[in-house]
T-cell receptor
Framework: DAGVIQSPRHEVTEMGQEVTLRCKPISGHDYLFWYRQTMMRGLELLIYFNNNVPIDDSGMPEDRFSAKMPNASFSTLKIQPSEPRDSAVYFC???????????????FGNGTRLTVT | GQQLNQSPQSMFIQEGEDVSMNCTSSSIFNTWLWYKQDPGEGPVLLIALYKAGELTSNGRLTAQFGITRKDSFLNISASIPSDVGIYFCAGQETTNFGNEKLTFGTGTRLTIIP
């Protein structure tokens, strides 16, 4: 199992540009999560999906952020237009169920480090 | 929303020393979890705690679920170089909509001084 795969690993863009982050969850996992990590705010949940359906997007900062999961093996997080304050590491994670435990742990990808200048 | 206060924010220790960190919350969780993040990677689950008072070990790691359900601690005994990283607590609660929500602490960065 290759684990959760995120791309790109690093993204540097100018303010105002559109940014698309991609994620391939572990096969068979029904839940997919997008997190943002910054020094100031730590790990924040942005949105999560269950069986490709968005369940809770209350963590999405504002309308500039959108996430989709068109099928069980792919999700995107898009920022349009991007701003310098969006600079952070964005993690995708997947799990078999929504109940976090030893039997159903969150598996994180290695993250995308986004820098907006 | 939920706030998880994790302390200390950073620790500088020598190899072989024991480490202790803790998390406190403003309200109750039904599960506490501890994760470790290595540089350039995502967090990985270390220990999960499911009931108040529970004490669980995983090798040199020991964690406890506080009696009040509002706190948890993690101890690492006889630290080794590969313990370097950021440790996160996380609390799980059932929301009003019936789904489970995980909130992470701000992290404790562990550095081992040679």
């Amino acid at each position: 199992d290759a684990g959760v795969i995120q791309s790109p690993r690093h993204e540097v863009t100018e303010m105002g540009q559109e940014v698309t982050l991609r994620c391939k969850p572990i096969s068979g996992h029904d839940y997919l999560f997008w997190y943002r990590q910054t020094m100031m705010r730590g790990l924040e949940l942005l949105i999560y999906f269950n069986n490709n359906v968005p369940i809770d997007d209350s963590g999405m900062p504002e309308d500039r952020f959108s996430a989709k999961m068109p099928n069980a093996s792919f999700s995107t997080l898009k920022i349009q237009p991007s701003e310098p304050r969006d600079s952070a590491v964005y993690f995708c994670a997947s799990s078999p169920t929504g109940l976090h435990s030893y039997n159903s742990p969150l598996h994180f990808g290695n993250g995308t480090r986004l820098t907006v200048t | 929303g939920q706030q998880l206060n994790q302390s200390p924010q950073s620790m500088f220790i020598q190899e072989g020393e024991d480490v202790s960190m803790n998390c406190t919350s403003s309200s109750i969780f039904n599960t506490w979890l501890w994760y470790k993040q290595d540089p350039g990677e995502g967090p990985v689950l270390l220990i999960a705690l499911y009931k108040a008072g529970e004490l669980t070990s995983n090798g040199r790691l020991t964690a406890q679920f506080g009696i009040t359900r509002k706190d948890s601690f993690l101890n690492i005994s006889a630290s080794i170089p590969s313990d370097v990283g950021i440790y996160f607590c996380a609390g799980q609660e059932t929301t009003n909509f019936g789904n489970e929500k995980l909130t992470f602490g701000t992290g404790t960065r562990l550095t081992i001084i040679p």
